[in-house]
């Protein structure tokens, strides 16, 4: 049996600020949430994870976190700060609007992927200061807390930032270019494995690694499964193999729609995805959550719903999708309303304290 819940546990302890700045209930827990993170990518979970639990973490040191805008650590830099050169000293413009960065399109850096041979300068990642933004960010990552290392300019992304989209996205089907993308791709995870590595190694703290590779539009995948099998999955199962012989955990940040791709996902060593509204969560859950963490999205209640409807609603949930042998994670869960918050914390400790073992 798991952890039998203690009504005790629904004392509030203390209120945290979330990450979109909503105030949290921190309950009083029977592990702390790091211990109910790794136990949950263990899949032998104790609540059900709401978010609140991980820190995150984009560290300074890393230059695409910088250009991109998406910097999270001790220095507190702030979006409008960010843009500039990337590792490869691709130009990204911060964009008040759009609230991150992006490349300007319709000068590409590459016209063809054949030309990267030539073309692409590789960073020296040890020049970066890794000693100095180590101690910058000393008691930065919380012991109680999952620490995720956020990792931005995946595969695909990488390639449009060299190439733009459309032509990033012929590259990957044209005879001609995919055993260059292929080689690009291949050498790309080695220094995605140095530079990880170099993470874990400075910044020793760190549980888990959120790796973002877009591959979706609001109506449909980027791309086939198939296309994403061959020019893809290969060199993210590296990397996470990688991640995973060094005790850490992987989850897979990919925007649009891409329930098609969950399989390629699970073949890409993924350990959890948590798709945008536009995909069926619940639909990913049944045909996949014994395969891969899923986060399903709640009912959406009205902003006038009582307490007992919220209540209603997060014990439906919970026995749905709380299941101790298939279990996932609540997507969306910064805002949720007090009383769902708890009856959700109460019946998912519930139905996960059944687990056999």
Request: charged share 25%; net charge negative; aromatic share 14%.
């Amino acid at each position: 049996m798991g952890i039998p819940f203690d009504p005790k546990e629904l004392e509030v302890i203390e209120m945290k600020p979330g990450f979109f700045g909503a105030q949290i209930p921190v309950y009083n827990y029977p592990v702390s949430p790091r211990e109910a993170v790794i136990a949950t990518y263990k899949r032998k979970p104790i609540w059900q994870l709401t978010g609140s639990e991980q820190g995150f973490f984009t560290p300074k040191v890393y230059p695409d976190n910088v250009a991109r805008a998406f910097v999270f650590d001790a220095n507190h830099m702030t979006p409008e700060q960010g843009g500039g050169k990337d590792m490869f000293g691709i130009e990204w413009e911060y964009v008040p609007s759009a609230g991150g960065s992006m490349v300007r399109p319709g000068k590409p850096f590459l016209s063809d992927a054949n030309e990267w041979y030539e073309k692409v300068v590789w960073p020296d990642i040890d020049s970066w200061d890794w000693e100095g933004e180590a101690k910058k960010n000393e008691g930065y990552l919380k012991s109680d807390t999952f620490n995720m290392c956020s990792m931005l300019n995946g595969w695909f992304e990488r390639l449009v930032s060299f190439m733009d989209f459309e032509s990033a996205a012929l590259a990957l089907i044209d005879e001609e270019q995919k055993d260059a993308v292929k080689d690009f791709f291949d050498k790309l995870t080695d220094l995605y494995i140095q530079i990880y590595d170099r993470h874990m190694t400075y910044f020793p703290d760190i549980d888990g690694f959120s790796v973002h590779d877009d591959w979706g539009s609001q109506r449909e995948t980027f791309f086939s499964p198939d296309v994403a099998e061959e020019m893809i999955v290969p060199y993210m199962r590296r990397l996470t193999d990688f991640i995973h012989s060094k005790g850490r955990f992987c989850d897979f940040h990919s925007c649009g729609q891409n329930l098609r791709q969950v399989p390629n996902m699970i073949k890409a060593g993924w350990d959890s995805w948590s798709g945008q509204p536009m995909n069926d969560t619940e639909k990913a859950y049944e045909l996949y959550g014994d395969k891969i963490l899923i986060g399903v999205y709640p009912v959406e209640l009205s902003p006038t719903a009582s307490e007992e409807e919220q209540r209603a609603s997060a014990r439906a949930y919970a026995d749905k999708f709380c299941n101790p042998d298939k279990p996932s994670i609540l997507n969306g869960g910064f805002n949720l309303p007090a009383a769902f918050r708890e009856e959700l914390y109460k019946h998912s400790r519930i139905n996960y304290s059944k687990q056999s073992t």
